[in-house]
């Protein structure tokens, strides 16, 4: 708790949590922190600080709360993320999304969404796995359209969530093989020196094989062009 307003106080009502940028390294305690109405309002003020301390000290004082049934926003350890890297340019056949483990969580959700700015967005798609998985390759009924969306991870555990930060990147033109923002004839030389070298890269259709049908659906979605 803050020390309080008096000689070797900490300079913070004793009525409050420990302040986090007091503790080293910085740990947020919970929404009674004092400096907490600095971050902000409203659902971003909660999202951030709100913990199973606040729930413990509200069950303490007698209204009668059981703090395991609750979800909570906090943990110190943030998974970080791997790729796609931020602002990179992706296919969007076998688009992996991949991230390292923290020493918290027991699953992930990862979030993929529309545009850069998904804090006020749904996601257009979710994907929960359990730990120690660490990636997660989109199907092809979720294939993305070419544009701009961005992504996070999500680590949960019994005591609360933390997230990473958020990755924009940019699904590249269906024709463009070779991403380098051109959907010309060179891509078709890169694509069948994929497919008959065997890498699963050229795997078009994501059935997680090389056939003919793959050549033909890249040919037609070369055809199509970039617009």
């Known amino acids: 708790m803050s020390r309080g307003v008096r000689p070797?106080?900490?300079?913070?009502?004793?009525?409050?949590f420990l302040a986090a940028i007091l503790q080293t390294p910085p740990t947020p305690l919970g929404i009674m922190d004092p400096f907490v109405s600095q971050l902000g309002g409203g659902a971003d003020l909660q999202g951030a600080y709100y913990t199973r301390n606040d729930w413990?000290?509200?069950?303490?004082?007698?209204?009668?709360?059981?703090?395991?049934?609750?979800?909570?926003?906090?943990?110190?350890?943030?998974?970080?993320?791997?790729?796609?890297?931020?602002?990179?340019?992706?296919?969007?056949?076998?688009?992996?999304?991949?991230?390292?483990?923290?020493?918290?969580?027991?699953e992930y959700i990862v979030g993929v969404f529309m545009g850069n700015d998904p804090n006020n967005a749904d996601p257009l798609y979710e994907y929960q796995v359990a730990f120690p998985t660490t990636s997660v390759v989109m199907p092809i009924a979720d294939r993305l359209i070419p544009g701009l969306y961005s992504w996070s991870v999500v680590g949960w555990n019994t005591g609360g969530a933390t997230e990473t930060d958020i990755r924009s990147f940019i699904v590249a033109c269906y024709a463009d093989f070779n991403l380098d923002g051109n959907g010309d004839q060179l891509d078709i030389f890169d694509f069948l020196n994929d497919w008959f070298a065997g890498d699963l890269d050229a795997d078009f259709d994501q059935d997680g094989m090389l056939t003919s049908l793959d050549i033909f659906e890249f040919l037609n979605a070369w055809f199509l062009g970039c617009a």
Do not use: M
Not at 8 to 16: E, F, L, T, V, Y
Not at 60 to 77: E, H, L
């Open 56 to 106: 413990e000290v509200l069950d303490f004082v007698g209204w009668d709360c059981d703090p395991s049934t609750i979800t909570y926003k906090v943990s110190t350890n943030v998974p970080t993320q791997s790729i796609p890297a931020p602002q990179a340019l992706v296919r969007s056949n076998g688009l992996r999304f991949e991230w390292q483990l923290d020493s918290d969580s027991t």
């Open 8 to 16: 070797q106080g900490d300079g913070n009502q004793a009525s409050h």
